[in-house]
């Protein structure tokens, strides 16, 4: 059983900047895919970005490529995503995500591990 655990939300203005962290227990952190998703109000819940557990596979949704950045720590256990020229668009509370399997975590973490969520809130 993985626990995740999120931190570094809060309130930014448009065009700010903030890192989000993802810290994992219970597992082996480098065997898993990692990733973040989010979900807006009123929105289904979406996909974000995701990393392989070596580092060197990214991947990104088009709405956040070029601005967002996601990496690990895989001696801390932790997953980051840096979050920069923050649009109001980007308000949302942001998941972080595990999966054995890259297929499902990079679609809809089908058969992961989820965190609590952390609220990010970017104001116009």
């Known amino acids: 059983q993985v626990q995740l655990v999120e931190s570094g939300g809060g309130l930014v203005q448009a065009g700010g900047s903030l890192r989000l962290s993802c810290a994992a227990s219970?597992?082996?952190?480098?065997?898993?895919?990692m990733g973040w998703f989010r979900q807006a109000p009123g929105k289904e819940r979406e996909f974000v970005a995701a990393?392989?557990?070596?580092?060197?596979?990214?991947y990104y949704a088009d709405s956040v490529k070029g601005r967002f950045t996601i990496s690990r720590d895989n001696a801390k256990n932790t997953v980051y995503l840096q979050m920069n020229i923050l649009k109001p668009d980007d308000t949302a509370v942001y998941y972080c995500?595990?999966?054995?399997?890259?297929?499902?975590?990079?679609?809809?973490?089908?058969?992961?591990?989820w965190g609590q969520g952390t609220q990010v809130t970017v104001s116009s």
């Open positions: 990393i392989s557990g070596n580092r060197y596979n990214t």
């Open positions: 219970g597992g082996t952190f480098s065997m898993y895919f």
């Open positions: 995500a595990a999966n054995i399997r890259w297929s499902r975590l990079t679609l809809t973490n089908d058969g992961g591990y």
